[in-house]
């Protein structure tokens, strides 16, 4: 069974083209509409990596960020955040709270692979 990675982006548009670079590479996806979502289908399987947008409406990614590390479970997940923002302030919360990269959109497949590659332990 491949490694599993999580989507966490309002746009289905993201998430398709993040999924179609994941799959392609191998892994397997999950996706989910926001943090919310997110939170709820944090199942039994093992989730090897998430990445998240940080701006989407219901929960956006800091919170759920913040949320994901107070699970057992989770707390050593890696976790990327895959966004348009770049303010060094919401940056330096999103490292505070847990995330380990920080991609802005727009970005490269392969950029984004290279660093997927890098957060999961193989």
Not at 8 to 23: E, F, K, N, P, Q
Not at 34 to 47: E, F, N, P, W, Y
Not at 111 to 117: K, N, W
């Amino acid at each position: 069974m491949g490694k599993c990675v999580m989507i966490v982006d309002d746009s289905s548009s993201v998430r398709t083209v993040v999924g179609i670079a994941l799959r392609g590479a191998g892994y397997e996806v999950l996706e989910a509409s926001d943090g919310s979502d997110a939170l709820k289908k944090l199942g039994g399987q093992k989730i090897h990596l998430i990445i998240s947008d940080v701006n989407m409406p219901g929960m956006d990614g800091l919170t759920f960020l913040k949320e994901l590390k107070k699970l057992a479970a989770f707390k050593f997940t890696p976790v990327m955040m895959l966004t348009t923002e770049t303010a060094a302030d919401k940056v330096a919360v999103g490292k505070a709270e847990g995330a380990r990269a920080w991609m802005t959109k727009p970005f490269q497949p392969e950029q984004m692979l290279s660093a997927v590659q890098k957060l999961v332990l193989p």
